[in-house]
């Protein structure tokens, strides 16, 4: 067991306080921080801190995959990680996207192999062959666009926006208010010419804005993300598609879980995010980057659903609470030590003996394993090799660790 040092993510819609703040560095940061990874991605591995300096996590894996992440992982995934724990945080919008399904990574990554395009190159979407799951868990509020709104409450959105040019909008929802209507309207709207774009995204932008004058609240969270994509991409389909989306407000401890196909945007704040260790992203607006709308529309589950927010279920232990997610991926929990429990040796097992990534978010606790023992306080992470395990847990004030595992 080690102490882990995440690699900084500068991206510039981070954050030049939250990461800095969270890890107990100066702040305001050079450059805006985006995210904090805890992983073996090649990208950019963390580094275990040993007695003898530090050492990339993906060397670690290559000298002893067995050791490290256990007979069965290795059997199942092969002899590498197969999650990425990250901590996000956003100042602004990121872009409007989903991840593709297992078989379309696999078959996008051969195609775009056949046609010779450099896995490094910019205008590549399946930089390998994995689908990417993920999860989002709030660390304060968080700020989401996330999967198609149930069709009723979209016409109730469009309709109080009361913008004329979307009423053909309005009637195609209702003459078809299922999966089939949003995709309808969405292909519509993201293949639309520029010069249309440049007429029916400020109607909306206006629609917006009166709708804030005039007072009322029910839809207030979906006019201001109007205005807020709006002023930083005029003309951008994505703003458009953010009336189609579930408009979401995270508590700290609520997560999101995005599956294949799922279209998403997170808006703002900070969070811990837990992925299938894969890069590829399919973008439809809302950034600089490459957008590929074909295969994003390929992709796309157009299925509405009202209820996305994930909550942790608490497991028989009492201080763990599982997130119930489906990727074989991944397994995350929360591990919380207050009350009673700070001052004494708590058994912390897990469900089953692979390696496991802890991140502290609050407090500090010390952690025992057969492997030694570390002491976390917010901000620091370690890894628990599978030959490590299982640990004991021992906290002097409330602690909150988040537990990342290989799934069931
Ligand atoms: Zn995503």
Same mark, same amino acid.
């Given at each position: 067991m080690h102490l882990l040092r995440g690699a900084v993510r500068t991206y510039a819609w981070g954050s030049r306080t939250a990461i800095a703040e969270f890890t107990g560095r100066?702040?305001?940061?050079a450059h805006p921080e985006a995210e904090l990874w805890f992983g073996a991605h090649p990208g950019d591995p963390a580094m275990l801190k040993t007695d003898d300096g530090e050492r990339s996590l993906i060397d670690a894996l290559r000298d002893d995959p067995e050791g490290q992440l256990g007979a069965a992982v290795c059997a199942r995934f092969?002899?590498?990680?197969?999650f990425l724990v990250k901590v996000l945080a956003a100042d602004e919008p990121l872009s409007l996207q989903a991840h593709p399904s297992a078989e379309q990574a696999a078959e996008g990554f051969e195609r775009e192999n056949k046609l010779q395009i450099p896995v490094s190159a910019p205008n590549r979407n399946y930089r390998d062959p994995s689908h990417k799951p993920e999860l989002i868990v709030a660390l304060d509020q968080f700020e989401a666009l996330a999967g198609f709104r149930p069709v009723p409450r979209t016409i109730e959105l469009m309709r109080a926006l009361a913008v004329t040019d979307l009423d053909p909008f309005v009637h195609l929802l209702s003459g078809q208010p299922d999966a089939g209507g949003l995709r309808a309207v969405f292909t519509t709207w993201i293949t639309a010419p520029q010069p249309d774009l440049d007429v029916l995204v400020p109607a909306v932008i206006d629609g917006a804005i009166n709708y804030m004058r005039s007072g009322k609240s029910e839809f207030a969270n979906e006019a201001k993300t109007v205005l807020e994509l709006g002023e930083r991409y %005029?003309?951008? #389909?994505g703003v458009l598609a953010s009336l189609l989306l579930n408009r979401i407000t995270l508590e700290p401890g609520e997560g999101i879980y995005l599956p294949a196909g799922n279209l998403h945007a997170y808006i703002n704040g900070v969070g811990v995010e837990v992925m299938a260790n894969s890069d590829n992203v399919l973008r439809g607006g809302l950034t600089p980057k490459h957008v590929d709308v074909p295969e994003l529309l390929r992709v796309l589950d157009f299925t509405p659903a009202a209820d996305v927010v994930v909550r942790s279920e608490v497991v028989e232990d009492g201080i763990e609470s599982l997130? %119930?997610?489906? #990727?074989?991926e991944f397994a995350v929990s929360v591990l919380r030590i207050d009350g009673d429990r700070i001052g004494h040796e708590i058994d912390a097992p897990t469900r089953h003996d692979g390696p496991q990534i802890l991140l502290c978010t609050e407090g500090s606790t010390v952690v025992h394993a057969k492997g030694g023992t570390v002491t976390l306080q917010k901000g620091s992470a370690a890894w628990v090799s599978a030959d490590d395990g299982p640990i004991r847990l021992a906290a002097t004030e409330p602690t909150t660790l988040f537990r990342s595992t290989v799934g069931i």
């Open positions: 100066p702040s305001p940061t092969g002899e590498t990680l197969p %005029p003309g951008d #389909a997130y %119930p997610t489906p #990727a074989p």
